[in-house]
């Protein structure tokens, strides 16, 4: 959940690990990695004993600490995926042809209808929009196909002994001793993401502690269950009280007119609609903005690109990942969810000056010519570049593993 803000894009989900890693296509089954196996390290042992020691002191019983530490092993592939972190350069384009992919909208919609009932519930008692809350789940965990299956103390407990950010994750090991504390779940039901993110919403420990909720009653705060009802109306919970409005958009696309004010874009510049409205922006049909409040208009794919008015709930929504191309996912998806079409505006091309449908077909192509990519889904991931290298490789030139418009023309003539 929201220590995908702190790292990368990583929402520490499906979508995420895809985006920051250079993943393909969301809803396609991925290729799971090998399951982590612990090793032998004396050091951590030792740091162990010492944790424990400052863990009963904040009040957790030895009965709690001592089984769920004695059972944590040292996860070096976890400090491995750490420290490979990467800003991996994506166009929005390239985001929301993962975020909103035509797999993702129809399980999306599936998921809507299939959990329709308990959506409108969890809607009514925490004035959060369904679609919202279905989109969310989308992006972090594939609708629930993607919880996560790392042992969480284990991960946690060697985050906070390798110490790049280990105050921050002895905090997130402390509250996850917490939450076997109270009884929510079991230490071997506490799984993961490789980070500590948890469940269907993928939330951290702390955010647990503070934002998870009892929606069926049971007694018991279960975000990992097969049934995603408490996990769902904890992300309402927390949206509600982050102060999300409902009824009110995320942000709208807009159209600005020439020669606007480029520099007066941005999240730190708002003024209201009737602002706006008078500096001439106007919807995709070319009509004034309809007043939800105070505004800001962004251009999150430069100049030429998509431009968007962003409301309060745009804001709430940075409060789960701070990435405006995630913002602009869980909006647009939620958007599409309840029947609203694709983005208008023209989306500009990458760094090699290709388009998505550029990507595609080089995707295409090269499969067809026996450079398997994987699938066709415009995003240049490890398949693709794979794929790419032994194209040029064959053909005796130099291997990048990047596309470019001179790839694509040579594939296009046989080459």
């Known amino acids: 959940m929201y220590l995908s803000r702190r790292f990368c894009l990583l929402g520490l989900s499906a979508l995420s690990l895809s985006a920051c ?21 004396p050091a951590f042992d030792s740091w162990k004993q010492q944790f424990q020691t400052r863990a009963t002191s904040a009040g957790i019983p030895a009965s709690i600490v001592e089984p769920a530490l004695n059972n944590a092993g040292f996860l070096p592939d976890v400090i491995a995926r750490d420290r490979r972190q990467a800003e991996f350069t994506r166009t929005l384009e390239d ?15 599936a998921a809507l209808s299939r959990h329709a009932s308990t959506l409108r519930a969890i809607e009514a008692r925490y004035d959060v929009e369904a679609e919202v809350i279905t989109a969310i789940w989308g992006l972090e965990s594939r609708y629930g196909t993607e919880r996560g299956d790392v042992p969480v103390i284990s991960a946690l407990a060697t985050l906070a002994f390798e110490g790049r950010r280990g105050a921050f994750f002895e905090s997130q090991l402390i509250a996850a001793l917490r939450i076997l504390q ?11 993401s490789w980070a500590g993110a948890m469940g269907h919403t993928q939330f951290i420990p702390t955010t647990y502690q503070e934002y998870a909720v009892d929606f ?10 097969e049934d995603p009802s408490d996990a769902l109306a904890s992300a309402a919970n927390y949206l509600s009280r982050m ?49 939800h409040g105070a505004a800001s208009v962004i251009i999150p794919d430069g100049p030429r690109g998509p431009a968007f008015m962003t409301f309060s709930n745009f804001t709430t929504l940075t409060r789960y990942n701070n990435s405006e191309f995630y913002v602009i ?19 500009q091309p990458d760094r090699f000056g290709l388009r998505v449908g550029d990507r595609q077909e080089i995707q295409r192509r090269l ?43 040579q594939l296009r003539s046989g080459g």
Do not use: K
């Open 182 to 192: 109270r009884g929510d779940t079991s230490a071997a039901n506490l799984r993961g």
């Open 216 to 225: 069926t009653g049971n007694g018991r705060r279960d975000i990992w269950s």
């Open 329 to 347: 996912g869980i909006g647009h998806l939620s958007d599409r969810l309840r029947g609203g079409g694709p983005i208008r505006g023209d989306f």
């Open 21 to 41: 890693m250079g993943g393909g296509a969301p809803m396609s089954a991925p290729a799971r990695p090998a399951p982590m196996r612990a090793q032998a390290n």
């Open 95 to 109: 985001y929301l042809g993962i975020a909103v992919s035509p797999e993702r909208l129809a399980g999306g919609r």
């Open 367 to 409: 499969t067809q010519a026996g450079f398997d990519t994987q699938g066709a889904d415009g995003v240049i991931g490890p398949n693709s570049e794979a794929a790419i290298r032994a194209w040029q490789q064959a053909r005796g030139q130099s291997v990048t593993g990047q596309p470019s418009r001179a790839m694509l023309e």
């Open 243 to 291: 102060g999300w409005r409902r009824g009110r958009p995320w942000g709208v696309e807009v159209r600005l007119p020439d020669g606007f004010d480029m520099g007066s874009t941005g999240r730190g510049s708002t003024r209201s609609v009737a602002a706006w409205t008078s500096a001439g922006v106007r919807d995709m049909d070319g009509r004034p903005v309809t007043d």
